[in-house]
């Protein structure tokens, strides 16, 4: 029973990664527009800063799976 249930609750889970994607834009952009004036500086800075949120967000779901699979 549980194996019939698990694909729904993993695609219920990645439909709400989608919320993600606007709150790391928003939080790069403000915290590279406090470290930076001009506009070009601000987005190089808040795409490298995006793209570190994403792999620790990554990270964090490896381990998580990792651990999902070889305990529980």
Known sequence: MIDLVRPVF?????ERLWYSVPLIVVVSLVYAA?????????LDHAFKFGTSIVLFMLGVFVALFAVDYLFL
Request: glycine share 0%; aromatic share 8%; charged share 15%.
């Open 10 to 14: 993993m695609a219920a889970m990645f």
């Open 34 to 42: 406090t470290r930076h004036e001009a506009m070009a500086p601000i």
